[in-house]
Structure formats: C-alpha cells, structure tokens
C-alpha cells in the first residue's frame, strides 16, 4: 500500500532451533521515525539482517516500497533498491576528506577508466553540499576525516548513506560513544531525515530514543512485545517487569 515504505508479516528465523526472530510483524510508513528498542538477544540485530538480505527467514513476508518482496534478494540488490544500513561503528575513508568521501560515495559505477578522471557535476556539487548541510559537516569539508570527532564520523558516514538517496535507512546505535552535544545533534539530523524518507534507529539509550521523539517499538524474544510512543511503551507492565525494571 501507498502509506506501507516497509512491511514484515509473520517473520521467524531459528539458529539450530532457537527462535530469534519468532512470528515477528512491522510496518514502516514512508517519511516515518521508528524506534526498536529491547534486551540484549531480542534479535534487534537479527531483525535488521533480515531487512538488508543479510539474513534468510525461514518463514513470512518482508515487502518493501508497496510490493519488492525482499526475501527472494540478495544484499546487494536489496540496497540498490533504497534501503541503507549504518553500522555501530563508523567506516570512512580516514586518508580523504570529508568533500571526498562525500564522492566517493555518490560516485556511480562507471568502470574503473570513468572513475578515474571523475569530476563531480555541478548537480553533484550540489547534492553533496546539500548532505554536507544536512550532517553538520559544510564547515569541515576540506578536513581530512581521520581528524573528526567520533561523532562527525558518525555524521560522515549517514551523510554517505544519503548520497545513494535511500528510501528507508536503518541506523544502529548512532550515539554510541558520542558527547551529550553530539547526540543532541544527532537525534536534530536523524528527524530532518525523516521528513523525506524512512528512518529505522535500534537504539539501547533511552534519552536518545526520547529526543527521537519517533514511535517506539520493543521487541523480545524475537517479536513485538510493546508498541507506541515512547511514555506508552515505558508503562507498559511487561516492558517494566522484562526490560527498563532491571
Ligand atoms: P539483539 O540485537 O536484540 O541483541 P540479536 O538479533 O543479535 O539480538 O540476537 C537474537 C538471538 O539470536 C540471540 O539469542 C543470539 O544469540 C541469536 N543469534 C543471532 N545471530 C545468530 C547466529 N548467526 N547464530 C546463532 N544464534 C544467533
């Protein structure tokens, strides 16, 4: 359906024998924030490889953008369809600058001999001083991106995501490591996002999740164990007794 970006129904996957994901269903609405917060061993992570390919479920649906099925795909056909995955830790070019990272990641395949006398259009240009904008790091694009803070790596590396203009985005722990400043900063940027496409955050850190200020979802043991927004899925009973009451 049109107000459907992601859809996963009936979702289960066992590792010799356990459920780690167990009859598991969401939706993600296109332009929508969500939260997946839960225990460690909830299968967050595991939820996450299912949506990127990474991983094969054994059973259920996962469509994408209204009709993709995307359990008959692999990783990379999956990401070229729209869908950007950030990892914990943040991979850049430390040897490049910000500008070029930024680029390098726009950069189309093209062959090895088009790569090599790329110059960026002024399209490019733009676009890429766009998501300079967007991430915070315009005023540093000529700085070489072993010298950013962790955090402004962090914001690199999204920013890179967007240069392949994803429609849903995943983003895992983005403020891991990050000063009080920063994850201000990264919950202003990770809304801005979402005001265009989905963004989908696993996130352990409760203030975080509240500056989000997204729906919030809280899984254990491999399914949906609350829903809604933030106060709601914290006074849910069995989210106390399982999760925030350790
Ligand atoms: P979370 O990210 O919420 O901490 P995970 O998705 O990493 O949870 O893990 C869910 C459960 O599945 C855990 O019990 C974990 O040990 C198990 N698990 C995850 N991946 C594998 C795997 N490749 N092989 C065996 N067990 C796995």
Redesign the pocket.
Known sequence: AQDTMLYLDGVSVA??G?K??NNLSIIVRPTEMLAII??????????M?IITGK?RPDTGDVMFDGRTDLTRLDEAAIANLGIGRKFQKPTVFESHTVWDNLEMALRKPRGIFAALFYTPSDDDIAQITGILETVRLLHRKDELAANLSHGQKQWLEIGMLLAQDPKLLLVDEPVAGMTDSETGETAKLLREIAQTRSVVV?EHDMSFVRELGSRVIC?AE?AVLAEGSLDQVSANPVVIERYLGR
Do not use: E, Y
């Open positions: 590792f010799d356990f780690a994901i839960g225990p460690n061993g909830a299968g967050k992570t595991t939820m490889d991983t696993v899984l491999g």
